[in-house]
């Protein structure tokens, strides 16, 4: 069963210009799928993948029948697992370029599991010839899309004002029903195969289906490790960190990594998008972190699989995090530049989010929310023009002019 991402429409913008489209994610976030969908209302169309040795070694050994084959004389050419190729980035190039000196007008899109400069090796060749998006697993708009459509346009009224900064209301029984569907999507996450899964148990394969996939596939064909068990102590060891500052020791201990090499693979599991550091908001060095970054991971279902914990929502004690890592994924899946803050004295607010016209929101993220955080206090006198809000997965009490959000409508 398709359904409908929102990369969708933005890729349709761009189907008739001459830019090559490259979308990248994670794996099994529905790259193929999507970009499938879009081919089957086209003509004069080719999809080859990378997967397919003949096919890649005459990208890479014979690029001129190559282009003579497929990128030539056809409307569209889909390459998908196009991260296999080597020096792809340089090819791409010669066949753009070959293409509008002949006035060959052949719309290219690639795909990759790993971010642009790991799917296509030296994207330097491509400046000004590529357009690059990125595909996640769903967020909590899409994931309604498939499990409940008549809360859909209360979560896109929702969603409104909080972009907007106005206030919101929804009753108790509607709240009800989205936190449901909330909760779930929190703890087994947004991949596709996983959401449209009919049970826990296949949730639960489908996650260890993907995280194995991962390992076989991007650890040892990219990196060539042969000690793939260090790396795999790392990412158990960043599942347990999720919403506090990295503590570099603790996994250098745990993943028998050195210091530099440990920040190798932290980079590498940032690029393959299984998790991400973000760094501190700050203007005065004296008085805010600077450095030091917090990790979360893009899927709460995935790090609740690594973590080996599908507890309910209502018995773990890491409920904080976990929520502060959903709300994260919802950040980062709808493009918000963000940050987060925190004093020498360890006062915190969760995130910083920089929006249109020059505006900051510090955002704080609740289970409830029943009086204003001290934080808020003091990150207001050192950032006057700051706006502040709260997101509560249940009581969320409006106070002053402290607007309270439920937690889902983030996005």
Same mark, same amino acid.
């Not at 050419?77 to 509008?100: H, P, R, S, V, W």
């Not at 899964?197 to 289906?209: A, Y």
């Not at 745990?254 to 920040?263: F, I, Q």
């Not at 805010?288 to 309910?312: C, H, M, Q, W």
């Given at each position: ?22 979308? !990248? ?14 081919? +089957? ?64 007008? !052949?719309?290219?899109?690639? +795909?990759?599991? +790993? ?14 010839? !590529? ?62 195969? !996983? ?217």
């Amino acid at each position: 069963m398709y359904v409908k991402r929102k990369l969708e429409d933005t890729i349709l913008k761009y189907i008739d210009t001459p830019e090559i489209i490259a979308v !990248v994610g994670p794996r099994q976030s529905g790259k193929t799928t999507l970009l499938n969908k879009i081919f +089957s209302g086209l003509k004069r169309t080719e999809c080859v993948s990378f997967d397919d040795k003949k096919i890649l070694n005459l990208f890479e050994n014979d690029i001129d029948s190559f282009r003579e084959m497929y990128a030539k004389n056809l409307a569209y050419l889909f390459i998908d697992e196009f991260q296999y190729a080597k020096n792809g980035g340089q090819k791409l190039k010669y066949i753009f370029d070959q293409n509008k000196k002949e006035n060959k007008k !052949v719309k290219i899109f690639i +795909s990759g599991s +790993s971010a642009i400069d790991l799917v296509i090796n030296a994207t330097k060749y491509l400046v000004g010839r !590529v357009f690059i998006f990125n595909l996640y697993p769903f967020d909590f708009e899409e994931y309604l899309r498939y499990h409940d459509k008549n809360l859909l346009p209360l979560f896109l009224n929702g969603n409104k004002c909080f972009k907007n900064g106005e206030k919101f209301g929804m009753s108790q029984e509607t709240q009800n029903l989205m936190l449901k569907h909330f909760d779930k999507y929190v703890l087994y996450g947004g991949y596709p195969r !996983v959401v449209l899964s009919k049970s826990v148990e296949e949730k639960k394969e489908v996650l260890k289906n993907i995280y194995n996939t991962y390992f076989l596939r991007e650890v040892r064909d990219i990196l060539g490790l042969i000690d793939d068990y260090k790396l795999e102590k790392l990412i158990r060891g960043l599942s347990l960190q999720i919403g506090n500052l990295i503590d570099y020791g603790e996994l250098g201990i745990l993943s028998e990594y050195s210091y530099p090499t440990l920040k190798k693979y932290l980079n590498f599991l940032e690029k393959t998008f299984v998790c991400s550091r973000i760094r501190p908001f700050y203007k005065n060095k004296r008085i805010e972190i600077v450095k030091n970054p917090k990790v979360y991971f893009f899927d709460t279902g995935l790090r609740n699989y690594i973590a080996d914990d599908f507890r309910s929502l209502e018995n773990r004690g890491d409920l904080g995090e976990l929520l502060e890592n959903a709300v994260f994924g919802q950040l980062v899946k709808n493009e918000y530049s963000f940050n987060y803050w925190r004093t020498k004295q360890k006062q915190e607010v969760d995130f910083i989010l920089r929006l249109s016209g020059g505006r900051e929101l510090g955002l704080e993220v609740k289970n409830n929310f029943k009086e204003i955080p001290r934080a808020f206090f003091t990150i207001k006198s050192i950032h006057k023009k700051m706006n502040l809000a709260v997101v509560a997965r249940k009581r969320c009490d409006q106070k002053n002019d402290i607007n309270c959000y439920p937690i889902f409508v983030v996005g």
